[in-house]
């Protein structure tokens, strides 16, 4: 074979794999369009209790930390700062809309130490177990910049029904 019959061989193989991430990423989207990010703001009378420096790595089925949805807002890896406050989490992730999980949508706060694709040192994401809608329950996981990812599971643990009193 020529370099240049080589050559042709490897970019159609480059241009299928491409066409099928876009095919699979489609279909992923029409899949989890039934479900939406909660943006707004938190109560105006909330209290903010501490913000923390984040990377916000993925949103996963509850238990599932590899299967990704693609909610509109939480599709992809980027910075967020992390705002805890005394009525929710609010997540400001750049060129988003802010994204406000209330007290009654929070369920739990723990560590982890795999979703998708980042592994990192044991417990070293935070995960946050939240309602999307009635019925599902879905997994938020951050890493933590400048503090422990037991900080800031510990820090949002109170407001969740599995850590509150009531």
Do not use: K
């Not at 739990?108 to 309602?131: H, K, M, P, S």
Request: a negative charge.
């Amino acid at each position: 074979m020529t370099r240049e019959g080589a050559l042709l061989v490897i970019v159609g193989v480059a241009a299928l794999v491409l066409a099928l991430l876009a095919w699979a990423w489609v279909r992923r989207t029409r899949r989890d369009a039934r479900y939406s990010a909660p943006v707004g703001e938190l109560p105006a009378d909330a209290v903010e209790s501490a913000t923390f420096a984040s990377l916000y790595v993925a949103t996963t089925r509850h238990g599932e930390p590899l299967e990704r949805l693609a909610i509109e807002g939480l599709g992809f890896r980027s910075r967020a700062d992390v705002v805890i406050s005394s009525a929710g989490v609010a997540l400001d992730l750049p060129g988003q809309p802010r994204i406000a999980l209330t007290r009654d949508r929070l369920v739990d706060a723990a560590q982890a130490t795999v979703a998708i694709d980042r592994v990192v040192e044991r417990d070293g994401l935070t995960r946050v177990t939240w309602r999307i809608d009635d019925d599902t329950l879905v997994d938020t996981y951050l890493r933590p910049q400048d503090a422990s990812a037991r900080a800031l599971a510990d820090a949002i643990r109170p407001l969740t029904s599995t850590g509150s009193d009531s």
